[in-house]
């Protein structure tokens, strides 16, 4: 093998020495990898002019991707056009937002969850990774997924509207961090598409988690979860040893696999790193399913999801067998399934390598017909430090990030295998490019489809450092755009955004067909005609219906009592595309927007007499600012 992985040998220190490898390495991080990598010099030459003006869209231009990419702890989903990197839009799903009135609104309320006050059960999320679902092996455009890590919430959205319409909290697990919907069905050929979406958690707890084992460590646990894409109800869940991490699913919908990085089931940090390999998980779909059938589950705590057995233990004989544990090299971070279906490739984080395992062969030790499990490892090779996650060209390449070295390494699946199975002349590394700086995701242009097509990577630096003008403290994070159509990986360009995101998908842009204007019909308290405006009342309790039509509101005032709940509910009866009004109220805490033919309502006390000047926050027309109505609140 070339030099590069000579120079690795000498650095294989990641056992122990790994946690200080980290913070060394994100504390300099200005600082070149020991052994200058070979393929990085022409690599990290200007850009070809071809190349770099891809990103550059002239005024008015369209870009030919989308991207969905995941917020971090602003909680929501971002959309992007690719391959400029411009953000278009911002889905709030976890948190409040104060544009479109998401958490204020009784109709996102509703989906956010409230307590029994009618305030929101939570108001902070951490979202990581989003996904979309899937039909023939690609994408169809009808929903994306995204994880809020805090909570254990997984959220929906529909991606005609591009608005979050469900949102679903996981019992019996804390930390849910990998999600990813299935692809078909693992046993019925005719639905080839996305109905269940996995989910992995993180943090093992004791079962049920209500304050006792709290010093049993060795009776914590964690959970792989399936919600139902439809109902986004919860099915099942497998109670497994260790912990999950990410999680990937076969193209057929036989398999779905989560990496284990506490295979050592350690409460504290150093407990975590103790092992030399901890595991990827295979979950046998089709089994967990019949289980359940079978009534072969229980439940735990309050919560009546079906919960069947994944251990270890209970889960040696493989003709029985629901979960398969494969072995891999210590704590593991990605798992990632090629686009020719045939393998899952688990980046090993602490480990220099990536894992090759190859999923026929799973399917045969649950056959029967591999003695020996971790047979289905077709290769094991090293790559570089820090490996954390991989994007697929369709061609045959993998492009990993390597967030110690700073670095993505573009390496060939099948000289891989080859090199692993002793053909040490296979040159598995094609190709390294150094970004900037500490890679966390990565993906290419429709990389998790059988529609890969190597054109475009998205790299999500974790670490801006230099890249941009210094704005205090608080640094940007740097997502940089790569073509990859050559043999060469070729930085186009850096944007900055605020933290934290975490993965994404590209996906070619007609695979989306968002409407503008929405349905009015959608809406159960819609005002269909601006005649049916006005005030009712019930008790202390009273309706106040309005629209808008630009450049007015059907209400020039309205009059409520002081001590009244009063609940408005606004119709935008405007039906042409970019056509959105706003309602604030001064001193009420109120503002949301309507768009074309949308209804939503707010409820709220009116507790201070007075008038109140509600106006129009969305510019729609040149009489906006006069745009308003009076609310008089009687003393
Ligand atoms: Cu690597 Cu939460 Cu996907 Cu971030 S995880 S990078
Ligand atoms: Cu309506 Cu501004
Ligand atoms: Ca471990």
């Given at each position: ?16 020495a790994?946690l200080?490898g980290?913070?060394?390495g ?7 990898p ?5 393929a ?9 002019a071809?190349?770099s003006s ?8 369209l ?9 971090g ?8 056009g ?11 799903c976890?948190?409040p937002d ?8 009784n ?26 679902s899937?039909?023939d092996?690609?994408y169809d455009g ?14 929906r959205v ?14 019996n ?5 990998g999600?990813?919907?299935d ?15 996995f ?10 988690n209500?304050?006792?084992d709290?010093n049993?460590?060795e ?7 399936c919600?139902?894409?439809e ?16 999680t990937a ?6 398999l779905?696999?989560?990496?284990q990085?506490n ?26 399913e019949?289980?359940v ?8 705590g ?6 069947v057995d994944?251990?270890?233990?209970s889960?040696k004989d ?7 544990y ?7 971070h ?5 686009p020719?279906?045939k393998?899952?490739i ?7 390598t990536?894992t ?8 045969d030790?649950?056959d029967?017909?591999l003695?020996?499990l971790?047979?289905a490892i077709?290769?094991?090779v090293?790559?570089g430090?820090?490996?954390l ?10 492009y ?26 296979a040159?598995?590394v ?16 429709q ?7 190597g ?18 403290p608080l640094h ?5 755009i790569?073509?990859?159509s ?5 930085l186009?360009?850096?944007h ?6 975490h993965?994404?998908i590209?996906?070619k ?16 308290l819609?005002?269909k ?7 009712t ?15 007015a ?6 009059t ?7 609940t ?9 595309e ?5 309602f ?14 949308e209804?939503?309502?707010v409820?709220?006390m009116?507790?201070q007499?007075?008038?109140?000047w ?8 040149a009489?906006?600012l006069?745009m308003r ?5 009687e003393?």
């Open positions: 093998m070339s030099t590069e992985v000579v120079g690795l040998g000498r650095r294989r220190f990641l056992n122990t790994a200080t980290l913070t060394l994100v504390a300099a991080c200005n600082d070149k020991e052994t200058a990598p070979a990085s010099g022409p690599s990290a030459a200007a850009p070809a071809h190349a891809a990103t550059h869209l002239k005024p008015g231009e870009d030919t991707y989308y991207g969905i990419w995941s917020g702890h602003t909680g929501d989903m971002r959309i992007l690719l391959p400029s990197g411009r953000e278009i839009h911002r889905i709030p976890f948190v104060a544009l479109v009135g998401w958490g204020l609104t109709e996102s309320k509703a989906v956010m969850g409230t307590k029994p006050d009618g305030s929101l059960r939570y108001t902070v999320a951490d979202t990581h990774h989003t996904h979309a899937y039909k092996g690609n009808r929903y994306a997924w995204i994880n809020d890590k805090i909570n254990s919430r997984i959220a529909r991606l005609d509207y591009f608005v979050c319409d469900k949102i679903t909290e996981l019992p697990v804390q930390g849910f961090h999600i990813f919907p692809k078909a069905d693992p046993v019925d050929p005719a639905i080839n598409y996305t109905t269940r979406v989910c992995g958690a993180e943090f093992a707890i004791p079962l049920p209500n304050g006792g709290i049993n460590p009776k914590y646990r964690s959970m792989f979860t919600v139902d894409a109902s986004m109800e919860v099915r099942w869940q497998v109670l497994i040893d260790g912990n999950c991490d990410l699913t076969s193209y057929d919908g036989k779905a696999a989560t990496n990085y295979i050592e089931n350690g409460v504290h940090y150093e407990d975590m790193m103790s092992s030399e390999r901890d595991a990827c998980l295979f979950f046998n779909i089709a089994r967990i019949e289980a059938k079978a009534g072969k589950f229980k439940t735990v309050t919560s009546k999801v079906p919960v994944g251990t270890r233990e889960n493989p003709k029985t067998a629901l979960v398969a494969v072995s891999v090299p210590k704590n593991p990605g798992v990632n399934a090629s020719d279906a393998y899952f688990c980046a090993g984080k602490l480990s220099p990536a090759v395992i190859e999923l026929s062969k799973v399917l030790w649950f029967g017909k003695p020996e971790d047979k077709v290769a094991e090293e790559i430090l820090g490996p996650h991989t994007a697929f060209d369709g061609r045959g390449n993998a990993t990030t390597l967030f110690l070295d700073s670095q993505v390494v573009k390496w060939n699946v099948d000289a891989a295998i080859k090199f692993h199975a002793g053909d040490k002349t040159k598995y094609v190709d390294r490019l150094d970004v900037h700086y500490q890679p966390g995701h990565i993906n290419a242009s990389s998790e489809t059988r529609a890969a097509d054109k475009y990577l998205a790299v999500g630096c974790k670490f801006s450092k230099d890249r941009f003008l210094p704005v205090g940007p994070e740097n997502e940089q790569i073509d990859i050559g043999d060469k990986m070729v186009l360009a850096d900055p955004v605020r933290g934290e995101p993965d994404f590209i996906f842009r007609d695979l989306l067909k968002p409407k503008q204007v929405y349905d009015i019909n959608d809406f159960p819609a005002i005609d601006s005649k049916e405006s006005g005030v009342r019930n008790g202390k309790k009273v309706t106040v219906k309005i629209t808008s039509q630009a450049p509101f059907s209400l020039r005032e309205f409520v009592k002081k001590g009244d709940e009063v408005l509910i606004l119709t935008n009866l405007d039906k042409i970019d056509l959105t009004h706003g604030a109220i001064p001193k009420y805490n109120v503002n949301f927007i309507v768009n074309p033919l209804t939503k309502s409820t709220f009116a507790d007499p007075g008038i109140f509600c106006y129009c926050t969305h510019f729609c027309h009489l906006h006069e109505t009076r609310m008089i609140v003393a």
